[in-house]
């Protein structure tokens, strides 16, 4: 294909969206002339599927639940009206909250004002917020946020570290629908230790993010924490950055969260027409389609050519990959569906896997990210004529067109600039395009029973952790196998458990587990001491 046809190409299937200041090409995936009005029963379908999903269908039998993340950001699309309410009361409670601390009307003990921001949460409830504060983050913002994203000891010691010397004005957000999550009640636990031993009293410091009634809701009751609002078991943690587990860090970092909110709103509205040209989301789930053959074969590139998206890829990771990898589809097939996901930046790509992206194995479909505003004010021109700007642009298009030459297929998204609105569309944008591919597929994109599984597998781990302590506890002083101790625990079947756990013990001085070194490593014993 020469340069003119991929013109007309160009201008045959270029999707514009003013409204959000969007463009989406799909010029460079390779689909037949044919591909769009093959699909086009199957994508209307799709329309109808998403309709009634906003309707308040159940979209999870096996939950009884309601998918709801649409109406977060039009609470008139909810379908009663208890449900607007609720939505329309806790962003007018954000709003104020965030106000009265930026206002010193809410501070710490002793009139302090708050200047950091500690946010304790996993999954949905940390990889929203770290992008957006990424995203549109400031020098000046009012709060500077941190993360727990994890129950990694040493991570949160680096994070506490750094706010040491702040903690007297640091506010901490716990984030958790069901409040029994693990890694989140140990990330609140150990940020709860750490103000104890600064002499704070972590209850004046703290707010809770939860739904009503839970483990958390009712310790934040009963210690007297700051605030509490809600989360509803409509709202799934990967689409929950629009309620109050995106906008209430958001709005204490000082981000424009009626902006995002109208973003969100207005690609909502434009990716619900049922004219497919026109509905970029549509024209992603088609693309991916098209891209991975239906059923995952290709993985999917994330190439934004701007810093502040460096963290879009990692949160689409999880819209994407926790959405759509099922092993079974709506009928009880074994299908084995998903695409995975993963990302750099331009231009630091060129300089990292842009080689084997153009060169290697064909596994993939790319999409760069363009925004088209480089930085507020005059740039420094590097170059006569030329920009640092003008230079990422050039490294775009041309990776864009090197990959296309040597048969790599990509999508191109552009935005104008990069704002809260534009953040919350793009938002809204993959939210949509991960419902409609699942319909197009035939698959459930609101349930996640492989994290459940994950989480049920480690609580086994755990409990037969607290059999082998119990077991070298009986037997103080005496070494033991792994082999040994699975015996003497009743599960020999779990040898090789058995010995991860106690190489994990004894590298740790928590439990009093001493490892005296055998030949091999599974030769090796362990006491306590």
């Not at 109208?262 to 970029?280: L, Q, S, W, Y």
Request: proline share 4%; charged share 25%; glycine share 10%.
């Amino acid at each position: 294909m020469n340069n003119l046809q991929l013109w007309e190409r160009y201008k045959n299937y270029l999707c514009e969206c003013p409204e959000i200041g969007l463009m989406l090409d799909i010029s460079r995936m390779n689909f037949s002339d044919g591909f769009l009005e093959e699909m086009e029963p199957r994508m209307q379908k799709a329309f109808q599927d998403m309709a009634a999903l906003e309707s308040g269908a159940i979209a999870n039998p096996d939950e009884k639940r309601m998918v709801g993340h649409y109406w977060l950001r039009n609470p008139q699309l909810a379908p009663n009206p208890q449900i607007a309410a609720e939505i329309e009361f806790t962003v007018r409670a954000v709003r104020e909250f965030a106000a009265n601390v930026h206002a010193r009307m809410v501070t710490a003990p002793g009139e302090v004002p708050f200047t950091r921001l500690l946010v304790v949460g996993i999954g949905g409830s940390a990889l929203g917020p770290q992008f957006v504060a990424d995203a549109l983050g400031e020098s000046h913002d009012r709060l500077r946020p941190y993360f727990f994203d994890n129950t990694d000891p040493d991570g949160m010691d680096r994070v506490l570290a750094e706010l040491a010397p702040h903690l007297f004005g640091t506010m901490t957000v716990v984030i958790s629908k069901s409040g029994g999550t693990k890694e989140t009640r140990n990330g609140m636990l150990e940020a709860k230790r750490a103000y104890g031993a600064a002499g704070l009293d972590f209850a004046k410091y703290a707010v809770a993010v939860t739904g009503q009634g839970s483990e958390l809701d009712r310790v934040a009751v009963e210690e007297g924490w700051l605030a509490r609002f809600p989360m509803w078991d409509w709202v799934g943690g990967r689409t929950s950055e629009t309620s109050a587990v995106g906008l209430l860090p958001a709005a204490l970092q000082g981000i424009d969260i009626d902006g995002l909110l109208t973003g969100a709103r207005v690609c909502d509205e434009i990716t619900r027409r049922t004219e497919t040209r026109k509905n970029p989301a549509a024209l992603l789930a088609l693309m991916w389609h098209h891209g991975t053959g239906g059923r995952g074969t290709k993985d999917m590139v994330i190439l934004p050519y701007k810093d502040r998206l460096l963290l879009f890829s990692r949160y689409l990771q999880q819209i994407v990959m926790e959405s759509l990898g099922k092993e079974k589809d709506l009928d009880g097939n074994v299908v084995n569906q998903g695409i995975a996901v993963y990302g750099n930046k331009g231009s630091t790509d060129q300089h990292a896997y842009v080689q084997q992206l153009r060169e290697g194995v064909n596994n993939f479909f790319a999409t760069f990210v363009e925004v088209l505003k480089d930085r507020e004010g005059k740039s420094l021109m590097v170059e006569p004529d030329v920009t640092s700007g003008d230079y990422l642009s050039g490294f775009l298009q041309g990776t864009r067109r090197a990959l296309f030459e040597n048969g790599r297929e990509s999508i191109t998204l552009t935005i104008d600039r990069l704002d809260a609105g534009t953040v919350g569309a793009l938002i809204a944008l993959y939210e949509r395009a991960v419902g409609l591919y699942a319909s197009l597929v035939n698959i459930n994109a609101y349930h996640q029973p492989g994290v459940e599984a994950g989480k049920k597998a480690a609580g086994a781990v755990l409990k037969l952790q607290g059999d082998i302590l119990a077991f070298l506890r009986g037997n103080r002083g005496k070494a033991f196998t792994a082999e040994e101790v699975a015996g003497g625990v009743g599960a020999p079947e779990e040898t090789e458990t058995v010995l991860k756990v106690l190489l994990h013990l004894s590298a740790n001085g928590d439990h009093g587990v001493a490892m005296v070194r055998g030949e091999n490593i599974w030769e090796s014993g362990f006491k306590t001491t």
